[in-house]
């Protein structure tokens, strides 16, 4: 097994260019490889597809590798190729006649890994070949997609069982997704029929995102001012609907940010050409509606912003996570306000039966995406650590403290609503808990409305008698209720409030009901303020000056070979060279992202730029002609010996 894992270990480095692996992968790599069927969870960032394009070519067939989505199948391919893989795709993309190409080169064995979308696996011609054809290994991409419980449901997926069964001998079978709760997972295992499968979960955090809720009417000025303090990074902008992409659009690209737009009711040229834009880094900023993003593979987006709530925490959690892939530090920003909870109810209430479902079916999924919405809604109003929110959601515990999100990093002072709490458990029940949130508060707050004279609750004993207090907080509290699980929101289309078991016994054995609410006096903090600790923040001046440089150079070899930027080599990469400093192959070798192919390709351009900064920053002893403040103490390029000691004389960080 010793030789296998070096065996390995060489693989990751010299097509990959990582000294070591991630956590999970090695074990994941190691089981497939002893023939046993997979299921791994792994954040977005973690690696997940070098777990299986490295036993594909260490076994002696093909891998199929079955993924939802064109654009995740070209820039799939396109990365393995330019690593020195041998890779192709199969899909409604490719023309009869490069299809039938691309069989004949796979039957031939040209090909390693193939890419396939799940309806072609129904195909006659298809399934012929796979019949005549060693496969080694079907892989499943994105498995959620196989559980009406998951997010991204593809009707599809459920056929991937039906193939392997026709196969002669049936091939390892590894099943990747990102975002699965309990019973995601119990699904992917029962409908692809895993055979004593290696189980791994290497965890949901994501510890370079730093997550923020903001409740903002003025949601585009937020985001003007976001733009503004972030100016030439690239990121993405969510919106609930097309309307409001199309809105967003036009404002900030009129006030001249490099914006782009995606959604489905633009033309597939259209789409494509702006995600092209904002994949090559023509285009800084993407707003799109969520059809946007799912196998993206885009390294470097250094924010995503959310100008509507999401349906769901799986929807919010998969879409947040496309920032910070390269494990630099990334920002994921939610604003929110009532009015989207509406907006995602009705398109939900309008959503296809795009499954052929039973009406019992549809009745049960319509039920979990009315309480998804509604974990989603808590996330939004609590004061809680959102990371500690989104990882229980998920089935995973944590610390009550994370000091990387808003709530965490804001200034909160407990306050004692017990006598409005009471008085809204009162109300509940003079009401026949026949009501949702806003009635219970308009008969708190003495709204006179047709709908509440209507039901007569202004004869409720309860009516104005917090009329005092504003509603936000009437709500606030109602919220704090309901995640105590002293009140529960029923799972109707109209959510109505009711007592529960805990509901008696607060009211006659509690006298105080604490919730955290933020100090009057304190500044809203906005992510700028927090500093990233890796990033910019980790170059000095001059470094900052030769990190500009490699990625104008990034550019021009991107352009030159047609692929997009972060193909050539990662933010990280290029902030490691920066700070390390190679002159040579072996030290090229040894910066993260740099492999035996990638040197060859381009290591020979970066060490000269590289050596030019340098001989830059030596030659001019005040000013350079970038306007930069350098030190004149630069001295002649170092040797590998000089950094090493300077490395251990500044633990590596600083120069």
Known sequence: ?????????????????????????????????????????????????????????????????????????????????????????????????????????????????????????????????????????????????????????????????????????????????????????????????????????????????????????????????????????????????????????????????????????????????????????????????????????????????????????????????????????????????????????????????????????????????????????????????????ILNYFGERTAEKCKACSNCSEEYEDTDVYPIAADILGCVKEAGQRYGINMIVGILAGADTVKLRANRQKENKYYACQSTQTQELLKEVIYALVEEEVLSLTEDRYAVLKWTALAEKFLTERQTFFIARKKKTQKENTPAALRRKAGDSALAPAEKEMFEQLRRLRMRLAKERSIPPYMVASDKTLREMCLRLPRTKEEMLEIGGIGERKYEQYGADFIECIQKAWEMKKDFSNTSEYGMIIEDTAGPFPTPEELREEERETGGTER
């Open 1 to 389: 097994m010793e030789d296998r894992s070096t065996d390995v270990l060489q693989i990751l480095k010299t097509y990959f260019g990582y000294t070591a692996f991630r956590e999970g992968q090695e074990e994941i790599i190691r089981e497939i490889l002893n023939g046993r069927d997979i299921l791994a969870v792994m954040p977005t960032g973690a690696g997940k597809s070098i777990c299986y394009q490295i036993p594909a070519l260490k076994m002696r067939g093909i891998t199929l590798v079955i993924s939802p989505l064109i654009s995740l199948m070209t820039d799939q391919v396109k990365a393995l190729n330019e690593a020195g893989i041998h890779a192709a795709y199969i899909n409604s993309s490719l023309t009869e006649g490069q299809i039938t190409k691309a069989l004949l080169y796979a039957a031939q064995g040209k090909y390693k890994i193939i890419y396939v979308a799940p309806e072609r696996l129904e195909t006659a011609r298809f399934l012929d070949f796979a019949c005549h054809t060693e496969i080694s290994m079907v892989t499943v991409d994105e498995a959620h997609c196989i559980s009406q419980w998951g997010q991204d449901f593809r009707p599809s997926y459920l056929k991937i069982l039906s193939f392997i069964r026709q196969l002669p001998a049936r091939p390892v079978v590894s099943a990747f997704t990102a975002t699965a709760t309990q019973r995601v997972k119990e699904d992917i295992l029962d409908i692809l029929e895993l055979s004593h499968p290696y189980v791994i979960s290497t965890g949901f955090d994501r510890k370079n995102l730093y997550f923020a809720v903001y409740a903002a009417k003025n949601k585009k000025d937020k985001i003007q001012s976001y733009l503004k303090e972030h100016d030439g990074e690239s990121g993405i902008i969510y919106c609930a609907t097309r309307k409001n992409v199309d809105e967003l659009y036009l404002l900030l690209s009129g006030k001249g940010f490099s914006a782009g737009r995606y959604h489905a009711g633009m033309s597939p040229g259209a789409r494509q050409e702006n995600q092209e834009d904002f994949i090559y880094d023509r285009k800084k900023i993407m707003i799109a509606t969520n059809a946007f993003g799912m196998g993206i593979d885009k390294s470097n987006v250094r924010f995503v912003l959310h100008y509507n709530m999401p349906q769901s925490m799986e929807n919010y959690y998969q879409e947040a996570g496309r920032a910070g892939r390269d494990g630099e530090s990334a920002e994921c920003i939610l604003y929110y306000s009532p009015q989207d909870v509406r907006v995602n109810q009705f398109l939900l209430d309008t959503k296809e039966n795009m499954g052929d479902f039973t009406e019992e079916e549809l009745q049960n999924i319509r039920i979990q995406d009315r309480q998804r919405l509604r974990k989603m809604t808590q996330y939004c109003t609590t004061k809680k650590c959102l990371r500690k929110y």
